[in-house]
């Protein structure tokens, strides 16, 4: 089945910092791939999505482009504030057609004001 | 829709006693999923349900653990005896079947068994 690897945390930025979080995947097609991110004390809420190659996911700020050629599908934001800090996890489905989700391990970013 | 709903939030209960917790997925979804979450092992894929029907259930981690769901609007997950390694945080999820659609949270359930 598909898998994925995004990269260890923590992260720790001060407010404005440019953040990468990446992701890469192996799939047998083209999935979905998704971001999730879990704010402290919640359950997990989708941030984005991407359903093609090269299509760009983008949610309050955030963006990931779906890139077929490097396998990755990284989380960017040009100036993080410190309400960004939570635990963001990526995700695709476990197959094609599977209605299961596989997620990374999670990456937690802590942004200092 | 008010999403995905979890009862009870919070749980406290000796080691050996049974404990059940409940999911109420979003209205028109016929996929659910449960969870767990630790910080060792992260976020762990117990059991899914399409249609009502369990399809997989290779993510439980012993009979201990058993998970049911009577009709399209609840299920639970009753785990007996439970013992202190349950001891997490378990999220119900539900999504509309289709390969490409996301899956939506409940707030979770935290679960401390002493």
């Known amino acids: 089945g598909n898998s994925v690897t995004q990269m260890e945390g923590p992260v720790t930025l001060s407010e404005e910092a440019f953040l990468t979080i990446n992701c890469t995947y192996t799939?047998?097609?083209?999935?979905?791939l998704f971001w999730y991110v879990q704010y402290p004390g919640e359950g997990l809420q989708l941030l984005l999505k991407?359903?093609?190659?090269?299509d760009k996911g983008s949610n309050k700020g955030f963006e990931a482009t779906y890139r077929k050629e490097t396998t990755s599908f990284h989380l960017e934001k040009g100036s993080v504030q410190v309400s960004d800090s939570a635990v963001y996890f990526c995700a695709l489905p476990l197959g094609d057609s599977s209605y299961k989700l596989i997620f990374g391990s999670g990456t937690r970013l802590l942004v200092r004001p | 829709d008010a999403g995905v709903i979890q009862s009870p939030r919070h749980e406290v209960t000796e080691m050996g006693q049974e404990v059940t917790l409940r999911c109420k997925p979003i209205?028109?979804?016929?996929?659910l999923f449960w969870y767990r979450q630790t910080m060792m092992r992260g976020l762990e894929l117990l059991i899914y349900f399409n249609n009502n029907v369990p399809i997989d259930d290779s993510g439980m981690p012993e009979d201990r653990f058993s998970a049911k769901m009577p009709n399209a609007s609840f299920s639970t997950l009753k785990i007996q005896p439970s013992e202190p390694r349950d001891s997490a945080v378990y999220f119900c999820?539900?999504?509309?079947?289709?390969?490409?659609?996301?899956?939506?949270f409940g707030q979770g359930t935290r679960l401390t068994v002493v």
């Open positions: 799939a047998t097609g083209y999935p979905s």
């Open positions: 999820a539900s999504s509309y079947a289709h390969w490409n659609t996301e899956a939506f």
């Open positions: 209205s028109g979804h016929n996929s």
């Open positions: 991407a359903t093609k190659a090269d």
